[in-house]
């Protein structure tokens, strides 16, 4: 199919072997992050659908476009597709699983098979919840609340559940196999001190994945055993407890939380160091507040519960720990800015996309501190105040952070420069639209709209259509990308080895690397982020040209 | 209506004060470090931009910088924190002297059951300038009173009594939510809140269909279920007396000690095994399956009246249930 005019190409890992089998039994990281990939953009999207489909019955306060049981199942599946297809899976899956081994000077991870498994692990798990949805769907929403999920709820709890117990050992793996290789396979001279942030942050993730996920599991296969052979553990007409539930379930779905934006933390860190030319500033800060908010983020779990009928002095310790998980994001969001001062700023389409992580991040950091606040959760908890702060969490900081992996990377992965108009025009259309929908969405929940209303009181509409409208702008955005990203690769103009002349190891082997990354070990004599040993950046018209 | 974008719910109990002054403070701080740090990102942006600055500056980073933006946020967090502890803890602790009202949500509809014996479905009225408790529980799924102009929120539980109050300071009609999902309707489990005069509520109280106070429909069901067998009011009982009861430390057979409150009541008549009064054997059956929701607040409002302090101020203009046994109900 390739047209290309080259006529000598040099052994990649993409043109090793063209066959099907080579790429389903691969055990190359790179092959299997692309495999993650291409899996996890087809779920983005699955469930953007859901999204735009909530967005447009909301148009209107009454509930013209779909009836109410399939707005509950929209809704659910929405977030059960975003969270555990896309964001658990997303930057860890695809640009961890393809640069840690990079990074750190290594040939693959340190578990290869395990590694393939992960994946198809995640495959089995998106079906069943793939299945669950073409086979009626379900409607319990993403957190699967009993007794209503384990009793009351006629829809495919027990496929979707089972989707989210098997892709969570997919999650489980990879953390497992991250923490191996960082501690085991790192290049000569590549102390812990000298390891890109990056890489913090994916030792971070690892760890709350292989701790919190196995909780997740035990939680879907209670609610499981209660449904199918009525054990009665949550539902207190068997003599269980509903609260035990989201004690569980929140033991997990809070630390997956930090699964979901740690990552993104960690390629902002990489991105601006690379586009304003200078070391991060306060290294050791950046790097272990990550591992301090993978700590704290096990022991505010409860403070999604402050009106579920908790004690109330419970509540006041895990308000309390709420502000402490809450200082290490902040230390970053300081030292980012530190970094940028007296630096040589250039303001290309990953950078934005960084810029625009530490906007939304802060806003939706913000927005928790008034949630940690007890005497504000009590009113805004389960409001759209509460949708709008995660939205901003997840949605403006962990996929801003992964458009920015994306569009840094793109050419070490594929040896193709993306558009450089057309990633800005994406990153400033994508920023827009996520400020119009969710911004309108904070007045709405203090107003007192409630979450997960299928209608709602006229009084609502004009901040809804407002929501409505941004969501549209969002959605052309994210489809932007798609395009001039799949164009890049047959038209874009050939990356070479460093086209951005970035710091790290990943960035001195070809692009697209060859099956073994190395030709030889590196030997690791600088720290991370050497920028004052670097060429300045490539002009835009320039870069690539070169080809090193 | 398109020309009108609301921005602010109304204030309409004496808690929504202080909750959205605190809010209104968090907003403040929170924006105004929000809108510093962004108006530095982009000043250093511009500043530093490539082409009029190309050659960056390394700086290491500084020790002295990360404990300053350490401590000053944990400073201002605490006073998030604190202030918003003691909102919470108020609304944790209803007035002596407040109002009580049941209520039993289930899929999807709200019922509320006055003291008095009127009962109402989707709709509560309350009188102005009077504390209301809501003592409530759920019969199937969890649900959440929300109440967004009183700024109060609880979960309804099944299986257990939880509570909230609040003190309106405005006549008028206001939301009543579900705010946690419970299913198909649950958008459409609302219903209206109505803050009504002193004067006017008396009216209204008048004017309902009560067939007797809680109490006294509870106490009707103590002598038809045979409750009164045993849980004589002497000594001589195969239960206990319980007389005095409610609201007191209990002494258990395994020496523990409960306080009999609402919860401990209904467990121990849905679970009479559960805690077991010491000197008592395990012998009640269970009414488990054999009761609803509303007739177990019937029957521990029955209880909680047999500790009523005979000066208790009166809920109504009617005069409260006496505590004595075999008494009529007082119908109205």
Redesign the interface.
């Known amino acids: 199919m390739a047209t290309s005019t080259q006529i000598v190409e040099k052994e990649t890992y993409l043109n090793t072997d063209f066959s099907i089998k080579s790429w389903l039994l691969t055990t190359d990281h790179k092959r299997i992050a692309l495999l993650y990939l291409i899996s996890i953009t087809l779920f983005f999207f699955v469930g953007g659908l859901f999204a735009l489909l909530i967005r447009l019955e909301l148009l209107t306060p009454a509930g013209d476009l779909v009836q109410s049981d399939t707005y509950n199942k929209l809704f659910s599946m929405h977030g059960i597709v975003m969270i555990f297809l896309f964001l658990i899976p997303s930057i860890p899956a695809v640009f961890g699983n393809f640069f840690v081994p990079m990074m750190i000077g290594a040939r693959d991870l340190a578990f290869p098979r395990i590694n393939l498994l992960s994946w198809y692990l995640l495959m089995i798990g998106g079906s069943l919840i793939m299945y669950s949805i073409v086979t009626g769907g379900v409607d319990t929403g993403w957190t699967f609340y009993t007794p209503f999920s384990t009793e009351y709820a006629n829809t495919q709890v027990v496929a979707a559940g089972l989707g989210i117990f098997v892709a969570g050992f997919s999650s489980i793996l990879t953390g497992l196999n991250f923490i191996v290789t960082i501690h085991r396979m790192r290049a000569p001279g590549m102390s812990w001190g000298r390891m890109p942030l990056f890489l913090w942050s994916m030792y971070a993730t690892s760890v709350v994945q292989i701790l919190g996920t196995p909780v997740l599991a035990i939680a879907v296969a209670l609610v499981f055993l209660e449904r199918v052979f009525r054990i009665g553990i949550f539902n207190p007409q068997l003599g269980g407890d509903p609260l035990l539930f989201q004690h569980l379930f929140w033991f997990y779905s809070h630390p997956a939380v930090y699964i979901m934006i740690l990552p993104s933390m960690g390629v902002v860190s990489e991105v601006i160091p690379c586009f304003a030319r200078k070391r991060v500033f306060g290294y050791a800060a950046v790097a272990l507040s990550s591992i301090a908010i993978a700590v704290f983020g096990f022991l505010v779990w409860a403070h999604h519960m402050f009106v579920a009928g908790i004690s109330a002095y419970s509540a006041l310790v895990f308000s309390l720990l709420s502000y402490a998980v809450a200082l290490p994001s902040a230390i970053k969001v300081f030292n980012w800015t530190a970094t940028i001062y007296k630096g040589s700023i250039h303001l290309r389409t990953p950078m934005l996309y960084a810029l625009g992580f530490i906007g939304l991040f802060t806003m939706g950091g913000m927005t928790g501190l008034f949630l940690s606040s007890l005497g504000i959760d009590v009113h805004v908890h389960d409001t759209y105040f509460v949708i709008a702060h995660f939205h901003y969490i997840m949605v403006g900081g962990a996929v801003m952070g992964f458009m920015a992996a994306l569009h840094f990377w793109w050419p070490k992965i594929t040896g193709k420069i993306y558009p450089e108009v057309w990633g800005k025009i994406a990153a400033s259309t994508i920023f827009l639209g996520f400020n119009l929908t969710f911004l309108p969405q904070f007045i709405l929940g203090y107003l007192g709209m409630p979450r997960r209303y299928h209608v709602y009181p006229a009084d609502f509409q004009v901040l809804n259509v407002m929501s409505t409208a941004g969501a549209s702008i969002l959605g052309v955005g994210y489809l932007l990308p798609l395009v001039y990203l799949f164009w890049s690769l047959r038209y874009g103009r050939d990356a070479g080895n460093n086209p951005w002349n970035a710091a790290g190891l990943e960035w001195t082997t070809a692009s697209p690397p060859p099956t073994h990354n190395f030709d030889e070990t590196p030997v690791v004599t600088w720290e991370a982020y050497n920028y004052h040993q670097l060429p300045a950046m490539p002009e835009e018209e320039t870069i690539g040209a070169s080809g090193i | ?2 020309l ?6 109304s204030e309409a109990s004496t808690i929504s004060r ?2 959205d002054a ?2 209104v403070f ?1 907003l403040s701080v ?2 105004g ?2 809108l510093l ?2 108006a ?2 982009v000043f ?2 511009f500043k ?3 082409t009029k ?10 020790v002295p ?2 404990i300053l ?2 401590v000053i ?2 400073g201002i ?2 006073i ?2 604190g ?7 108020a ?2 602790r209803p007035p002596k002297d407040a109002l009580d009202v049941f209520v039993v949500a289930k ?1 999807w509809m709200w019922k509320f059951e006055y003291q008095t014996g009127q009962r109402e479905i989707n709709v509560l009225h309350v009188p102005v300038d009077r504390p209301v408790r809501l003592t409530m529980i759920s019969q ?3 649900h ?1 009173f ?1 109440a ?2 009183m ?5 309804v ?4 009594y ?1 509570t909230t109050w609040f003190q309106a300071v405005k006549p008028g009609h206001y ?1 009543l ?12 489990m609302v219903g209206e809140i109505v803050v009504m005069e002193p004067a006017e509520y008396q009216a209204w109280l008048q004017g309902g269909n009560a067939e007797g106070s809680i109490a006294s429909t509870g106490q009707k069901l103590f002598q038809e279920l045979g409750c009164i067998s045993c849980h004589r009011f002497d000594t001589q009982g195969r239960g206990p007396n319980l007389q005095g009861v409610f609201g007191r430390p209990v002494l258990l057979d395994d020496g523990r000690t409960v306080v009999a409150d609402e919860d401990y009541v209904r467990e121990s008549i849905l679970q009479p095994g559960a805690k077991v009064v010491a000197g008592f054997k395990p012998i009640m059956p269970t009414f488990q399956g054999v009761l609803s929701e509303d007739q177990l607040l019937a029957l521990v409002a029955y209880v909680k009246s047999l500790s009523v302090p005979q000066q208790a101020e009166p809920v109504t203009s009617r005069p409260p249930v006496p505590p004595a046994a075999g008494g009529t109900p007082i119908a109205q």
């Open positions: 209506m398109w009108k974008i609301p921005l602010w719910p202080n909750v605190l809010f968090l929170t924006g470090v929000t740090v962004f530095v990102i250093f942006l530093y931009r490539h600055h190309p050659v960056a500056e390394q700086i290491e980073g500084s910088l990360e933006w350490s946020p944990l967090f605490m998030f924190f202030w918003g502890a003691s909102i919470y803890f609304e944790a899929q199937d799924v969890v959440s929300f967004p102009e700024r109060v929120k609880a979960d539980l099944p299986g257990r939880t939301h939510f579900c705010a946690q999902y419970c299913g198909t309707q649950h958008a459409n």
